[in-house]
């Protein structure tokens, strides 16, 4: 059901079927959606090109188009880079693109000459230069560029997570069982585990049952005696030291690298919250039957009190933050005051810029996407801009288009 209560700024300014953000160091721009065209938008809220199109997604120097369920790339001219034929299209480098048709995989250059044929199942880039992890025929493994096995495509799944992948370390699975191995296919963690995390150097979390977890080090031997619940590697405060997110007992805390406890065994949920660099941490406690959210740090001083709905808390600086009440979101600072009204369906904890100037974030109003500030003060859209002209794509790639649609249909 519509809000029909809305501030006439936020009706005025929230007028996009939906963002699309590239995420870069110095882009300040994102691409939005209205009807039949997209286009790129900057900082000041002016459009700067529009394109008849499905979808666009900007980048500092190209822009991803879909067009009639294909996809392909422009240059900032409107002239096409990779022809819109695939289902899906990445950039590996300069010289390199990630394809999809028909949920297979491939690569082609710059010039669009197949670097590999559609044939694989998934292809994933490695920490590991000219490293790549592909599934074929729903087996894993991890081959060079001129596909050559490094690691035999034979096991079950592959997964290369990212801190443990820069030491050329990745999980595997085989038969059902999880372990370790490296990129000369040498077993550094026996595969006879039901699952398996890294957590820091030399230290790995272990299911080893249903509710058993232990950590262990990289030769194989217990750290401590405890056996926890859970560890969740992806809840932690940052360094010095990291403390992860535990369950014993029915119940939540936080413990070290060595499963030494920090903060007890007290929360009923954990929660990592979004754009906080792991300085806190969303929990909470039994209240009315109810899960409701609060905010510590690692001193378990809190800083939010328990009245958030559960899961949803996000951080936008040390003197805001993105919470929710009774289904909507709003922004309250350190003391619990209300910045911005809880009128909003989502409020994305992601910048429009990354100027300590001028930041906006993505949000949504009923079927509507626009940007607020940290007050959350809408951003004001320049409706003049959106009346330029949109730019002519190549007519004779859009009648290859049309050919390509039926050819992959």
């Known amino acids: ?31 939005v959606k209205n009807g039949n065209w997209c286009g790129e938008l900057d900082i000041n809220g002016k459009l700067h090109s529009k394109f008849v199109c499905k979808e666009l997604c900007c980048s ?19 002239n096409f880079i990779i022809p819109p034929k695939y289902d899906d299209i990445w950039m590996i480098n300069e010289n390199l693109w990630k394809i999809s048709v028909n949920e297979k995989y491939g690569l082609i250059d710059t010039c669009c000459q197949t670097v590999w044929n559609l ?52 999980y595997a699975t085989l038969n059902g069982k999880k372990g370790v191995i490296n ?9 006879e ?9 030399n ?23 405890t056996i926890f619940e859970v560890i969740d590697t992806k809840t932690y405060f940052s360094k010095n030291p990291t403390l992860y997110s535990a369950k014993l007992n029915g119940k939540w ?22 754009g906080s660099d792991e300085k806190y941490i969303g929990v909470s406690i039994d209240k009315l039957n109810t899960n409701t959210l609060g905010l510590i740090d690692k001193d378990e001083n809190q800083i939010l009190p328990f009245e958030y709905e559960f899961p949803y808390l996000a951080y936008i600086d040390n003197d805001r933050f993105i919470v929710s009440k009774n289904g909507k979101c709003g922004i309250i600072d350190r003391n619990n005051n209300v910045i911005a009204n809880f009128i909003f369906d989502d409020i994305f904890p992601i910048c429009l810029a990354k100027s ?26 320049d409706k003049e801009s959106l009346n330029i002209s949109e730019t002519e794509l190549n007519l004779e790639m859009l009648s290859m288009i049309e050919q390509i649609k039926y050819l992959f249909s």
Request: glycine share 6%; with cysteine.
């Open 253 to 274: 805390g936080f413990i070290d690298k060595n499963g030494n406890v920090v903060i007890d065994f007290k929360y009923t949920h954990t929660y990592n919250i979004l």
């Open 60 to 78: 500092d120097t190209f822009d991803y188009i879909t067009i009639l369920d294909k996809t392909g790339v422009i240059d900032k001219r409107g």
């Open 183 to 191: 990129l000369k296919n040498e077993i550094i963690i026996p595969i």
């Open 203 to 225: 230290r790995i979390v272990l299911k080893i049952g249903l509710d058993r977890f232990i950590i262990i080090n990289e030769q194989n031997k217990q750290i401590c005696k």
């Open 193 to 201: 585990y039901e699952d398996i995390y890294y957590l820091t150097k």
């Open 1 to 31: 059901m519509k809000n029909k209560k809305l501030p006439k700024k936020i009706k005025e300014n929230f007028i996009f079927d939906y963002t699309n953000f590239f995420i870069g160091e110095d882009y300040c721009y994102c691409s």
């Open 356 to 381: 300590e100037v001028k930041q906006y974030y993505q949000a949504r109003v009923d079927d509507k996407y626009g940007f607020i500030d940290r007050d959350g003060k809408p951003l004001h859209i």
């Open 119 to 170: 044939k694989y199942d998934s292809i994933n880039t490695l920490c590991v230069e000219g490293a790549y992890l592909v599934s074929l025929n729903g087996k894993y493994g991890i081959i060079d560029i001129n596909e050559k096995e490094i690691v035999p495509i034979k096991y079950d799944y592959l997964q290369a997570q990212f801190e443990y992948a820069k030491s050329n370390r990745f």
